[in-house]
């Protein structure tokens, strides 16, 4: 496992051995029609994800068990041929691998100690995560070894900031209020958290490329709750460190990253983090982020998911607009958030097909 050097020149995913329509997009060619895939494909809303999920009630069980992650990972690839997979796990394993606490409550979400001091930004130990991300790595490895070649497999981590939301929040929130007082009445203690999910996030997604993840994706989740000044500090410059750190250990590997709900200011991310996609969210105008976003970065998105519910026409109307309005330029279609538990699987494949009909 991971012996893939990390001065080669990136193995397969960056030689072109493996061009699927998905990385061609990321290299910035204009593919039409474009290659899809859907944000949370694998969950709740497949019946052979909730047999699965049966089998293992605790979350970051399944999420560390090589044979039932890699089957939850290959079933809508199965179902519905999706021109990428995405490797099941979760944002918050990562604190979870450095010895953070996490549990998984139904009907309440992610629980963790609330950090709120050095404490317990130094108590964060870099030493445990690799022996806690094998049993991960193993089911990247699982995935690309049983998906077609031209199928990309994306990694993933939470960027520094929203896996930051999390442990100082200690779960869920409206506003990340305390996440966002401690960015401004503690800025060295929360700098030093950030630097740290840094490094980490770094390692982390190092280890995926090297088990055979084709390229990788940032999710940052909550960096629209952020002011310009602090959206330039915590969001831009970690994603532009760990884009940098990624390139350097394997030339010509991909970045995809999603600040949502950042507005306007996807535009100057994209610029400034040298990601090879951006992830535009449901709320943002695909018009008007063609215009802020070089024709040399994708654009990824950005369907609604409530639309994708609806079905029907509601949903044709809204895909066909997209489509129309980032034709010409390189795109990779998707959703603006994750799909729901709601979502008929029907609806999925009505999408899918018409994407592949444009």
């Not at 949370?40 to 999920?53: D, I, K, S």
Request: aromatic letters at 6%; a negative charge.
């Amino acid at each position: 496992m991971n012996e893939r050097r990390q001065d080669e020149t990136a193995g397969p995913s960056a030689t072109g051995d493996r061009p699927g329509l998905l990385l061609r997009v990321l290299a910035g060619e204009a593919v039409w029609p474009p290659p899809v895939w859907l944000m949370r494909q694998a969950g709740r809303y497949l019946p052979e994800y909730r047999a699965v999920r049966a089998q293992s009630p605790d979350f970051v069980g399944l999420c560390t068990t090589p044979e039932l992650a890699t089957e939850v990972t290959l079933q809508p690839i199965r179902r519905y041929g999706f021109d990428a997979a995405i490797l099941f796990s979760d944002i918050l394993m990562l604190p979870w691998a450095l010895g953070h606490g996490l549990a998984f409550r139904e009907g309440e979400g992610p629980v963790l100690p609330r950090l709120r001091d050095q404490a317990g930004s130094e108590a964060l130990d870099r030493n445990r995560l690799a022996g806690a991300i094998a049993p991960i790595l193993e089911t990247v490895e699982r995935v690309r070894a049983a998906l077609d070649p031209a199928t990309a497999l994306i990694g993933f981590a939470g960027s520094p900031f929203t896996v930051a939301c999390y442990m100082v929040e200690g779960g869920g929130s409206k506003d990340h209020a305390a996440t966002r007082a401690m960015a401004y009445g503690q800025p060295a203690l929360f700098a030093a958290l950030i630097a740290v999910l840094t490094e980490a996030s770094i390692d982390y997604l190092a280890a995926q490329i090297a088990a055979g993840a084709d390229c990788v994706m940032l999710f940052d989740s909550w960096a629209g709750v952020l002011s310009p000044a602090q959206f330039r500090a915590h969001v831009i410059a970690p994603t532009r460190q760990i884009v940098a750190a990624l390139s350097t250990r394997f030339p010509g590997v991909k970045v995809i990253g999603f600040p949502r709900l950042s507005g306007t200011l996807l535009g100057e991310y994209a610029a400034m983090t040298g990601v090879a996609a951006v992830g535009m969210d449901s709320a943002s105008d695909p018009v008007v982020l063609a215009g802020l976003v070089s024709p040399k970065v994708a654009l990824q998105g950005n369907l609604d998911p409530q639309a994708l519910v609806a079905g029907g026409s509601a949903m044709e109307s809204e895909a066909h607009a997209i489509l129309g309005a980032l034709r010409g330029r390189p795109h990779v279609f998707n959703l603006g958030h994750g799909i729901v538990p709601e979502t008929p699987p029907a609806h999925v494949e009505a999408l899918v097909k018409l994407v592949r009909a444009a």
